[in-house]
């Protein structure tokens, strides 16, 4: 316990001396810090904001429901209707209607009023609008409130204003337009007449290009060339393996050497193989007798002459058998060679056919995506004609809207907020301030006392005696005298 007591007040006095050694460096970093802000504070431009409140009613009479075959609306419902409205309220022609009228603090009013809507200035002057501009609707009641922030107080009060004029007057539209379903009856024949010339092109083209089920057609003719391409392997995996074995034969009688038939996986001789091999084996044993007998008797013996003849007959056998197989690896050879010819024929075959028919594919998705695309658009129509109905019957939703409150000049700006960045700033100035101190202490290695150079070197301090030059009296420098410990 007195240890960490002892600690601690250590670190308190290290603290304290450093904040005295570096307070030059922390008030410097504060004012910056402090004077930055406070600049870009007072230079930044002010932002106003400005509010509006709209009432939306929903009439639920009893006779009303009754006329128009709705439900009356219960307690659970609440007043999750009322996000419709403020969708409507949002919506891109409306805000467009909007900046186009009014402008914004990107896109001025002349600007606005110039450029079209889908240039790339005017969306990115509408996406900036949503940013400054909100609806919510609190309290989950009834009332929206519109409330949109500009550097320009006027134009804050009057985009509110008119948002809302805006918006009844477009929802009125959207539940008035009278010709819309027959608008949406025309264009739905359209499309159906452009739907069914295109799926007649197609079955033409298909009947023409011979194409039933591209999919299917496309994996049979790279199955067909994984096959092919399979068997060529193998085919040459064959052909080389007899060249091997016939170049080995063939060098062991061009050596004149004992020749050695190497085995392979498959040979297309075994029987002569074997024969061989018995013949091989007879001749070594005809070989052991002669020598015997040429050990006790003249080589013009008559048995040694016999087995002398019977062992060049055997090896003329064997020569001829060699050479018989030598002569089937030859013809094998080149029967593998025209089997690999023929394969590589085919595989170039079929590659020709899968490009053709990648042409063919690649026309019949241009055809099949035409009518994709227009399938979209038919049912799209078909929806909005479902909508245009649905939107007849209802006659508006029976949603009357009034303004309770409209926008007024705000005077006073929401932004910047000049006393809460200062005190930011200060406590930012500060942290960097006493961050910047610690960082540059604890990098400094020079020794400021006598007990840090007892504790980096291990010597016994003697004396000490304090420069009191002038002109180097901020270096803290000192004389040190000191000796080795007994």
Not at 204 to 211: F, H, L, P, R
């Amino acid at each position: 316990m007195y240890d960490e007591l002892n600690h601690k007040s250590d670190s308190l006095r290290n603290f304290v001396s450093m904040f005295f050694r570096r307070k030059k460096l922390i008030s410097l970093v504060f004012a910056v810090v402090v004077a930055v802000i406070t600049m870009v504070t007072f230079l930044a431009s002010p932002v106003f904001k400005s509010s509006g409140k709209i009432l939306v009613e929903r009439e639920v009479g009893s006779d009303k429901a009754l006329l128009f075959r709705l439900n009356l609306p219960v307690s659970s419902e609440g007043y999750d209707w009322v996000k419709s409205e403020i969708e409507m309220m949002t919506s891109y022609p409306v805000v467009a209607q909007v900046l186009k009228e009014l402008g914004s603090d990107d896109l001025g009013k002349g600007m606005a009023a110039t450029v079209g809507e889908n240039s790339l200035q005017f969306e990115k002057a509408v996406k900036k609008v949503y940013k400054r501009l909100t609806v919510e609707n609190p309290r989950n009641s009834n009332v929206i409130d519109v409330t949109y922030e500009s550097k320009d107080p006027k134009l804050a009060a009057a985009t509110v204003n008119r948002l809302i004029e805006i918006f009844m007057e477009r929802r009125a539209q959207i539940f008035s337009e009278t010709d819309t379903y027959k608008f949406f009856e025309e264009q739905i024949r359209m499309a159906d007449d452009r739907l069914r010339e295109l799926e007649s092109r197609i079955y033409e083209y298909k009947k023409e290009a011979e194409i039933i089920s591209p999919e299917k057609q496309g994996e049979i003719l790279l199955t067909k060339l994984a096959d092919y391409e399979r068997s060529l392997t193998a085919v040459q995996t064959r052909r080389i393996g007899k060249e091997a074995k016939l170049s080995v034969i063939i060098d062991q009688l061009q050596t004149g050497s004992d020749v050695d038939i190497p085995s392979t996986d498959v040979s297309d001789s075994p029987s002569q193989e074997k024969y061989i091999a018995k013949l091989k084996g007879e001749l070594l044993d005809m070989k052991i007798q002669r020598d015997q007998l040429l050990q006790r008797f003249q080589p013009t013996y008559e048995e040694v002459v016999e087995l002398g003849q019977r062992i060049t007959a055997t090896q003329e056998i064997i020569k001829n058998e060699i050479q018989q197989i030598v002569g089937q690896e030859k013809n094998a050879i080149r029967a593998l060679q025209a089997e690999e010819q023929a394969l590589k024929n085919s595989i170039g075959s079929i590659n020709e056919q899968i490009r053709s028919f990648a042409k063919k594919e690649y026309e019949f998705m241009q055809l099949s995506r035409g009518i994709d695309d227009n399938q979209e658009v038919y049912s799209m129509l078909l929806k909005q004609r479902e909508e245009a109905r649905i939107s007849l019957a209802k006659i508006e939703r029976l949603v009357k809207i009034r303004t309770i409150s409209p926008a007024v000049v705000s005077h006073e700006p929401v932004k910047p907020r000049k006393r809460l960045n200062l005190a930011l700033g200060m406590v930012l100035g500060l942290m960097a301030g006493l961050g910047l101190a610690f960082f540059v202490d604890n990098n400094d290695h020079t020794i400021r006392s006598p007990a840090e150079l007892e504790k980096y070197t291990g010597l016994t301090l003697l004396g000490a005696v304090d420069d009191v030059n002038k002109k180097d009296a901020d270096r803290n420098k000192r004389s040190i005298g000191f000796t080795r410990p007994s």
